[in-house]
Each structure stands twice: as structure tokens, then as C-alpha cells.
DNA sequence: TGATATATAGACCATTTGGTCCATATATCG
DNA sequence: CGATATATGGACCAAATGGTCTATATATCA
């Protein structure tokens, strides 16, 4: 009900006539986050988000709804944030192998000290929560194909510059690169130092690249 | 306390003189685990607990002491399993291929459908806990170098054999197929078909062995 | 049999959980 | 100004949390 007051207004476009948001949504949710990304979902209690959100349990629930839809929203910017990332690292207009080994740096980056062991909020909501939460299922499913699909193009980018060798199927070598890199964030728990992760990671592309 | 009162009867081996034992604790732990494994550490709540081991309240908590200790209970019965079937697969008498092929095929079989979605009692728990619970990330930590150190000597020995491609170093492989395996269970919980996952694992051996 | 030790069900506990509600303050618009 | 709409802190809530304790039953040994 909320939700179609909210709709109405933003389709007729009248002003607000009350007291307008005074905080900024976006920079809550990013908050929320981050305090979802250290903890995880079971773990993260609502004054935990409070004091991140320095929102009152009104304000948190009005503007929310609930601990989960939040949750849903902190998930759904992490998303986008890796979307971004790797619309940019693997564009089309950039070299291929250029673009795969500017993308596995960056999880060599985030997999190494203090954001290693943080981990990655998409691979830890996956194990604790995709089983049983549908709304999590698709997302990461959803994740998981369209980073697959970039992945795989990069590949046969790089294969039509025959930067590939010989007996290398992109799709294969897509889904391959995509375990590691899933896995890389496991291992990173343990805060293995920068220099292997990148060595690992330069090794398993230079098995498919020429 | 207690636990000085049993070491000292187990060393003097004194028969007990109350009412023994009627349950089987090792049987306790295995349901116990079971339910962490479906449902993570925070998501498991005592009568999940007294519901799998069906013992009450009182009898779990004098025989484990607390959830807590349980559950490092139940990871330990976990990695163990692991580790028996690790060096069954990876046992220097085999032939350090078939071995390689056949450790792979087991993370694959565990990737797919109902095990798949089900998850990785390991990796779960690595998320969730290892960055704030130590005794889980000393645990998770061991665990990979012995992995580690596995997998290398399988390659190695491979290597001895003449069987690994040109410019393949253990190591490498090894800290790569690690990757990729904790990564397939990441990946799992979107329950992939098993051929696609059992095809890139191949495809994955295929680029260090010929 | 009697002493010892354990098992069990369930009462009980303080704390924490996610979530609702309300009185009050305040910012905007007509 | 007056109407409207939002923000806020905190009181409040039922349920669930992990954990303790006790009375009672029972299995073993000497």
C-alpha cells in the first residue's frame, strides 16, 4: 500500500507536500551493507543496523519495511557494484586479454588481507542463505549466469584475435575461470598473501592464452 | 572439570560405576552436523539440535557442553571425513592421475542437485565464521594447507611420471585445482547439471596433464 | 541391596530477537 | 498560518534465543 502511494507520486510527479526524507537512502543502504557484508545475514541484529544507519527502529522500518527487504536492497547494490566492475573490465571495446587480466586482479585485490578475510557478501549470502531464500536463489543464479555469459565472451573475443591456445573452448574456460575466481574468495578467509593469489591467477590464464 | 574427571578414567581405565552412556555420542554428532550442514551455525537453534540427536536439553548440554562446542564437534567429524577420503583418492600407491581424476570427480558428484544445493559444511562455515571465530579459522586454515600439500604431491608426482604438460608447475596446479573446487561448491548452490560441471572439471585437468 | 552415575522431561531464566506503536518535533507546501 | 507528511526516540511486545536446574527414573557395580 505503502509501496502504490509511492508509485502514484513518482508517475504523477507532484511534490512531496509534507516534510521531505531528510536522509539519504541510498548512502543507509550502503551502510546497511556493510554492516551485511562484515557479519552476514543471521548475525547482523537490528542494532547493529541502527548504528550504522544512525536511524531510529521507526525510520529503519518505515523507509524498509523489514530486516530482510533491507537485506534484499544491500544485496541488490553489491550486485550492481560487481556489475559495474565487470561491465567495465571485460567491455567489448577493450583488448580481451587486457580486460580477463584486469578482472582477475581485481579479485586477487579483494582477496588478499584485511578484504580477504571480510570475504564477499555475494559467495557468503550464497552458502548461508540461497538454499532456503528464493528471492537470494535467483539473485545469485541470475549473478552467476550473466557473469558466466561476459566471462565466456571475453574468451571468444580473445579467440577470434587468436590469443588463444590451441583447444581452448571459451565457454569451457569461462566456467573454469568462474570457479576459481568463487573460489579464490573462499580462500581468502584465510588471508593468503597477494604475491600466490596473483601468481595463481596469472598461471591459470596463461593456460589458455598464447 | 568434568572433562579432568573422564581423562582420569579413561587413563586409569576404571570400569564406570554409575548408569552408562545409553546414546551413542558419535551417532549425536553426525545428526548434529547434518543439521548445521543444512542450515548453517547462526540458523541452527537448540531445538533443531535436540530434534536431530533426540536427546533433551540436559543430556546435550552435559555430553557437549555448549552449541558452540558442539558444532566444533560437528566440523571436526566433518573435515575428518574429508581428509579419510582425500588420502584414499590422493594415496601416493595410486597412480597420481586416476587419483587427481578421481578426487575431482568426487567434488563434482557433491556439486550437483540436491548435494549441490545442499552445500559445504566447510565453506559455509569458512564464511560465516572463520573471520570472527578462531578456532573455525584455524580449523578452515589447516584444513586448506593440508589440501594444499595433497594435491601438490599428486602433481608432482604426476610430474614424475612424465604426465604433466610443458610449463606446469605442482604448486600452481595444486593452489589452482583448490580454487576451483572450493569455488564449485560456491557454485553448486544454483545445483548446475552434473555433465556441464564433470565436462569443466575435465577441462580443467586437460590443460595440465597430457 | 545400596551406592554411584547417568538420562530425561520440562520448568525456568535472562537476554536478545525482529517488529509495532506513539507522542512529539519539524520541514515543506498551499 | 494551517495542513500534510515525515523523522525520531523510546516504550512496548511476543517469541525465540542459548543456557541452567531439578526431580525422577534407571542402569551398572560392589
Not at 50 to 74: N, Q
Not at 114 to 121: E, S, V
Amino acid at each position: 500500500m505503502v509501496y502504490i502511494s509511492i508509485m502514484s507520486r513518482q508517475t504523477t510527479m507532484q511534490a512531496p507536500r509534507g516534510r521531505p526524507r531528510s536522509f539519504d537512502m541510498d548512502a543507509a543502504v550502503g551502510r546497511a551493507m556493510n554492516v551485511f557484508w562484515s557479519r552476514g545475514y543471521h548475525a547482523t541484529a537490528l542494532p547493529d543496523l541502527l548504528r550504522a544507519t544512525k536511524l531510529s527502529r521507526g525510520s529503519l522500518y518505515a523507509a524498509f519495511g523489514d530486516k530482510h527487504s533491507l537485506f534484499l536492497r544491500a544485496l541488490d547494490r553489491y550486485i550492481a557494484d560487481a556489475l559495474t566492475r565487470m561491465d567495465d573490465e571485460l567491455d567489448p571495446r577493450r583488448d580481451p586479454v587486457d580486460g580477463l587480466r584486469a578482472y582477475l586482479a581485481g579479485y586477487v585485490e579483494r582477496a588478499c588481507g584485511a578484504n580477504g578475510r571480510r570475504g564477499c557478501l555475494l559467495v557468503a549470502t550464497a552458502m548461508e542463505l540461497a538454499g532456503q531464500d528464493a528471492e537470494v536463489g535467483r539473485r545469485f543464479a541470475s549473478f552467476f549466469k550473466t557473469m558466466e555469459t561476459r566471462v565466456a565472451d571475453a574468451f571468444s573475443r580473445a579467440e577470434r584475435a587468436g590469443k588463444l591456445s590451441a583447444g581452448v573452448e571459451p565457454s569451457s574456460a569461462a566456467r573454469i575461470v568462474i570457479c576459481f575466481l568463487w573460489g579464490l574468495r573462499v580462500v581468502a578467509k584465510t588471508a593468503p598473501a597477494r604475491a600466490t593469489s596473483q601468481a595463481t591467477a596469472d598461471a591459470l590464464l596463461d593456460r589458455f592464452l598464447r
